[in-house]
């Protein structure tokens, strides 16, 4: 969840910059601080669309992830991509609608500094995310396998933490490097405060008998922040720690909370996206089929059955992209890369570009499906991977989406090992889910598709 206050935080930041930017650059025209009137005059609905055009442009570049790893020029090169993509949108716009000069101008001034704003923001946030003196000093409680999945991580991670080492507590048998294992002599409790740990990580593969919860109070009423590893591993990752987790704590855990409120905010805001999505892919539709019909004999729409909520069985549609004797002789099997039973000129073309999901608005106008959830698998696999991994079936107790969480984090699965690590961002979802999340993945979804990620 760090990781999406992370981007969210951002956003807001850039949010603020773009309107104090269109507001500065009225100030430079007017050769005065702009008043009401002011502001009135140049159009609260233009500084809208200016902002929201310059974030969502910011959004594209990927300008919100890794800031552990790019340095001031990548930042400078992603800003100066978004800027020149925004000033080719606003000449359109200006083209198109023809407003006056006095407007344009401001435009101009306000791309720029919101640019200059925006490096700023991002520069400093990067120098907080890599500079030690702001970090987060992290003490990990055991040695064993879990301990040393949840050290590995802290290195990798986009927070700016720093592990302090490892305490031991039990005779679990060390998997983590000998000598980040502190010494412990004086008990956990004068440990930590030795090494001035902000947080503990309680990583123990077994915590009867050997748990030191006197210790571990003391720290948490001293402020330090206690969390256990599958709690840290989906504050870092963005994803569920399966191995780690079990019945209770999904019992006992934040989230999980899919309320009715909820359900039905999230049904409009599916119905309004499928109605919209109709009706701007309907003009193109004949052209889509005329080109499937030309490309290959068979139908131009392809039906499959899916598992959808509740593990109950539905039609999904789709515009065709394979032979309609793709599965003869094989039957269900995953999609592999350079899948021979796609048709290669115009499948592949549509894949890429997810097209041949376009049907799917139907699929949630009848309530099947939303637009964000767990991708529905089909009933072969699914009794399959049910038998194999634990909590598999968790994932239907939502609708499945046309896109989600596993499809923007992880590439296309074609095994069962690929199933097990999108079951970690599914139930991740299910366990966090908002409509602001829905929105976060709608605009990632856009990433995806425009930079080609993921299809087969």
Known sequence: MEQNKRIFLLVAGDTIAAILAILAALSIKLLRIPGAEDVYSLGVGRIVVFTVIVVFLS???????????MIARDIAVKIGASLGVSCFVFSFITYANNPDEYGSRI????????????????????????????ARRIVILGVGTTAGNIGA???????????????????????????????????LYETVKREKADKIVVSLSERRGVFPISDVMACKLEGVEVVDAPSFYEQVTGKLFLEGINPSWIIFSDGFNVSLVRKVFKRVMDVICATVGIILTAPFL???????????????????KRVGEREKNFVLYKLRTMRTDAESGTGAVWAQKNDSRVNRRLGAFFRKFRIDELPQFFN????????????????EFVSKLKEIIPYYSERHFVKPGVTGWAQVRYPYGASVEDAMEKLRFD???????????????????????LFRRGSR
């Open 153 to 187: 991580l802290i290195p990798a991670s986009d927070e700016n933490y720093l592990l302090s080492g490892y305490i031991r507590c039990s005779d679990e048998l060390p998997e983590v490097p000998p000598d980040w294992i502190l010494e412990n002599t004086g008990g």
């Open 59 to 69: 959004f594209l570049v990927e300008i919100y992830k890794n800031h552990h790893e």
């Open 107 to 134: 435009q101009v001034s306000a791309i720029l500094i919101f640019g200059l704003l925006q490096f700023l923001c991002h520069a400093t946030y990067r120098l907080y995310v890599k500079y030690q003196g702001f």
């Open 427 to 449: 139930l991740y979802y299910i366990k966090n889910l908002t409509l602001a999340f829905d929105f976060m993945i709608i605009l990632e979804t856009i990433q995806v598709v």
């Open 364 to 379: 949630i106008l009848c309530g099947d499906m939303s637009m964000v959830g767990p991708r529905p698998e089909r009933p």
């Open 286 to 304: 004949p052209l889509i089929a005329l080109a499937i019909k030309l490309d290959s004999p068979g139908p131009v729409f392809y039906r499959q």
